[in-house]
Nanobody, 120 residues
């Protein structure tokens, strides 16, 4: 299983970015997909998850209302649309595939991460 995250970059506070994560080597549509992030000196934290069908989603309180997770099973890709970005959103963002969960322990495969930097 390979997950390739992309779309990170430098953005000013209040701006937007869309992250993508392309999957290969597994039946993409059979598993939930999650986004996590890790800021320097901090533990990896849950951001968002979407069920295998896309019918259910969940978000951390810190991003709820600002971020939207979606997936296109025909393209084996999951997205994270981020709006109203804040400096506190600065982190390496990781996509992962596994069970529908907020716990990183439920995810078996991880992408390499993409860096998002939000300047004030």
């Amino acid at each position: 299983v390979q997950l390739q995250a992309s779309g990170g970059g430098l953005v000013q506070a209040g701006g937007s970015l869309r992250l993508s994560c392309a999957a290969s080597g597994r039946t993409f549509s059979s598993y939930a997909m999650g986004w996590f992030r890790q800021a320097p000196g901090k533990e990896r934290e849950f951001v968002a998850v979407i069920s295998y069908s896309g019918g259910s989603t969940a978000y951390s309180d810190s991003v709820k209302g600002r971020f939207t997770i979606s997936r296109d099973n025909a393209k084996n890709t999951v997205y994270l649309q981020m709006t109203s970005l804040k400096p506190d959103d600065t982190a390496v963002y990781y996509c992962a595939t596994g069970a529908y969960s907020r716990s990183y322990k439920s995810y078996a495969y991880w992408g390499q991460g993409t860096l998002v930097t939000v300047s004030s």
